[in-house]
C-alpha cells in the first residue's frame, strides 16, 4: 500500500525552529507543514499590514524558511503551511526571495488565498457564536474576518506543481490532509476517509504536543530530553491508517497516552468535529503502541461538510489594565490582601470606571480562582501559608487612560502600601479581540497563484 | 484519593469554550471515572470559573471522558482578563478533584 511520510515543523507562531530541520534532514519524509496561526494572531497580522503594507505574513516565516527551504528543495521534500496569515501573497514573494538568495532557481511557490471575507461579513448580517448579537452590533472597528478553509485550494496548488504553499487562515488540520488527498486521490466527497484524514492532521497540527510537550508530570509522567524535543511525522496508508514517530534520537516519546491526550485537544463532541472538509468523527479511533515511539492510529470516520463555514472575526473591543507586586516572608499572605485591599480602594477613590475587575494572589487563587474548598480537601485556611506570593489586579477599561491607572494603584504600592513590595510590574493595552461567526461556504471564492524563484 | 492517581489531563481552548480530557492511566478505571467525575462534579469543582453549562462525552476505547466547559474563558483567549487566558492551567486544577480511595485489582488500596 502506498504511503506518504509527513512531518509537522511548527505547532505555534512562536514554536521552536530546530525540530523542523532535524525532520527535513533525518525523517525521510514527503511533505513538511507548518501550523502558526493561532485565533487571534490573523487579526495582529491585519492589524500589522495595515501599518506596513507588505507585511501582514508571520514573523518568523523568514527565520524558518531560511532554515528549512534549501534541504527541503534538495530533497524534493514539499512545504505547506499557513504563515501567510493577512498577507499570503507577499509570505510568497518573501519565499521567492528567499530561495533565489539561497540558488533555489525555479522552485515554485504557490499562494492561496479567498479566506478574507472582511467586505461579505462587514455587509452582510452575520449572528455571533458563543453569545447574542451580530457582528455589525460589535461595539469596537472590525479589522479582520477569515475563513476557515478546507483542503481544495491547497489541493489546487500541490496539483499545479507547487514546491511550497502557503495560505493564511485554513482549519489548521487541511494542512496535513491536503497532501494526503493530492496524493492518494482521496475523493472529497468520501466523508469516512476525509474523517481518517482528519485525524491524522489534528494529530500533527501542534507539533511537538503529541511528541511530548505539553505532557510530562515529574513521578506521574516522565519525558526526556524536552530541550532537545522531537517533532512528529506520521507514516499515512492510503486507506487513512496512519503510524504517528519522531526521528530516530530526538528527544521526547511517542506513547498511547501522548496520543490519547493529543487526539482529544480542543475537541467538543468527539462525534461530530466540524471541519471545512467533514464532520469527522474520532470515536471510534483505535490506537495501538507499534514499536519504540510508534503509535499505530486507525478508525476514525465521517459525515457530510458543513454548508457554513467558521469564520474569525477581529475587531477592537476595550483596554486592559493591569498590575503585579510581590511580598515575602513570614505574613506574606496577609500582606498580599492587604495591598488589594488598598488597590480596590484607591479605584473606588480615584473614579476609576471598570467594567470587569479582578484581585487575585498569583500561587494562591489566580489560575483557580476560589477553586472549591471541599475539592481541596477542606477550609483553604488550613493550608500553610506560602512564603512569597504575588498580587495581580487586572481590569477592563473603556479608555487607556483608566487602564493605566490601574497598573499605577498597584506600582504605587512601593511607597504607599504594605510593608517589603518588590518587583512592580504594570502594563495597559488595547484589547484586539476574535470573535466567531459562519459564512455560507457559496459566499467564498478561493485562489491560487505562483511566485518562481 | 485524589483524580490525579488515576488520571492524565489536558486541556483546549477554542473560543470561551474550555475542553479538558481526562485520561485514566489504566483502562480498568474507566468505570470508575465514569461513575465518580461527572459534568455535575467538574462543574462545582470549577465554581468561580464555569458560567455557562458542562457536558462530558464518553470514549470507552480510549478509556477517557472529555468535558466540555461552556462560558469558561472570560470571553476568550483573545479578551480573557486571566492571568491564563486560554485555560491551560485547569487541567492542573481538575486533577485535584477527591475521588473515594480505589482498590486495585491487584488488591492492591490505592489513596
Known sequence: MKTIRIGSGAGYSGDRIEPALELAEHGDIQYLGFECLAERTIALAQHARLNEPGGGYDPLLTARMEAVLAVCAGRGIRIVTNMGAANPLGAAREIARIARRRGLAGLRIAAVTGDDVLQQVTAGDFALLERPGTVASLTGPVISANAYLGVEPIVEALRGDADVVVTGRVADPALFMAPLVHEFGWPLDDWDILGKGTVVGHLLECAGQITGGYFADPGYKDVAGLARLGFPLAEVRSDGSATVTKVAGSGGMVSLRTCKEQLLYELHDPTRYFQPDVVADFSGVRLEQDGFDRVAVSGGSGTARPETLKVSVGYFDSFMGEGQISYAGAGALARGKLALEIVRDRLKLTGVQASELRFEIIGVDALHRGGSDASYGGPRGDRPDPLEIRIRVAGRTETIAEAVRIGNEVETLYTNGPAGGGGAWKSARQVLAVVSTLIPRVQIRTAVSYEVA | ?111
Open chain 2, 1 to 111: 484519593m485524589k483524580l490525579r492517581e488515576l488520571a492524565h489531563a489536558r486541556t483546549g481552548d477554542k473560543g470561551n469554550t474550555s475542553n479538558i480530557s481526562v485520561i485514566a492511566y489504566d483502562p480498568g478505571d474507566f468505570a470508575f471515572l465514569r461513575e465518580h467525575v461527572t459534568a455535575d462534579r467538574v462543574k462545582a469543582h470549577f465554581a468561580d470559573i464555569v458560567r455557562g453549562t458542562v457536558e462530558r462525552y464518553e470514549l470507552p476505547s480510549l478509556g477517557a471522558l472529555n468535558f466540555v466547559l461552556h462560558d469558561t474563558l472570560g470571553g476568550g483567549v483573545t479578551r480573557s482578563l486571566s492571568l491564563d487566558a486560554h485555560g491551560k492551567s485547569l487541567s492542573g486544577c481538575l486533577l485535584e478533584m477527591d475521588v473515594p480511595d480505589t482498590q486495585h485489582p491487584n488488591g492492591e488500596v490505592r489513596r
